[in-house]
Antibody
Framework: QVQLVQSGAEVKKPGASVKVSCKSS????????ITWVRQAPGQGLEWMGW????????KYAQKLQGRVTMTTDTSTSTAYMELRSLRSDDTAIYYC??????????WGQGTLVTVSS | QSALTQPASVSGSPGQSITISCTGT?????????VSWYQQHPGKAPKLMIS???KRPSGVSHRFSGSKSGNTASLTISGLQAEDEADYYC??????????FGTGTKVTVL
């Protein structure tokens, strides 16, 4: 069965970086993309961006351009999302999801990233 | 890119039908038949309920259906059940490989 398992919760100070992992299993990793979505406490879902596992192409939300990098490691079927220069409003649950464009059909369990001094 | 507009809350009694609207613009919802809907229970990850406006993934109840007219997409839940109480989000392709989510709707079963 398709599974996406994310890394554990993180606590970071403002200005630091965080790298969240998302390990996929149960399907051919390179045949789908990975989308990242975040959800601030008590708020809605926000699309962060997408990476093609096949060729590494990426597309990021304009508001995150320059601070976010999405990568994959096909040898371990793992996707990564790195966010730099963290601010308090980056505190959120970060989700990875398998992209079967134009929708996201399987989701990870989420990773809570807390940014606090 | 602004979030798509959804009502903050919708409620209904068991067995009733409810409809959640999702209003975008001619740059997203209005331009593409690429709207999906997600259900999220508290503390859980979102779950795909509808793709490409009307398509229901395997395993999703037939009580869920989607439609679109102009810049507004809709999700209808018929025969409302207690387990349907959750937050619902629409999502639309917005061009240039980008997507935008709706503001979210809390569904309450009375």
């Amino acid at each position: 069965q398709v599974q996406l398992v994310q890394s554990g919760a993180e606590v970071k100070k403002p200005g630091a970086s965080v790298k969240v992992s998302c390990k996929s299993s149960g399907y051919t990793f390179s045949s789908y993309g990975i989308t990242w979505v975040r959800q601030a406490p008590g708020q809605g879902l926000e699309w962060m961006g997408w990476i093609s596992v096949y060729n590494g192409n990426t597309k990021y939300a304009q508001k995150l351009q320059g601070r976010v990098t999405m990568t994959t490691d096909t040898s371990t079927s793992t996707a990564y999302m790195e966010l730099r220069s963290l601010r308090s409003d980056d505190t959120a649950i970060y989700y990875c999801a398998r992209s079967e464009d134009p929708f996201f059909d399987y989701w990870g369990q989420g990773t809570l990233v807390t940014v606090s001094s | 890119q602004s979030a798509l507009t959804q009502p903050a809350s919708v409620s209904g009694s068991p067995g009733q039908s409810i409809t959640i609207s999702c209003t975008g613009t001619s740059s997203d919802v209005g331009s593409y038949n690429l709207v999906s809907w997600y259900q999220q229970h508290p503390g859980k990850a979102p779950k795909l309920m509808i793709s490409e406006v009307t398509k229901r993934p395997s395993g999703v109840s037939h009580r869920f259906s989607g439609s679109k007219s102009g810049n507004t997409a809709s999700l209808t839940i018929s025969g409302l059940q207690a387990e349907d109480e959750a937050d619902y989000y629409c999502c639309s392709y917005a061009g240039r490989s980008t997507y935008v989510f709706g503001t979210g709707t809390k569904v309450t079963v009375l």
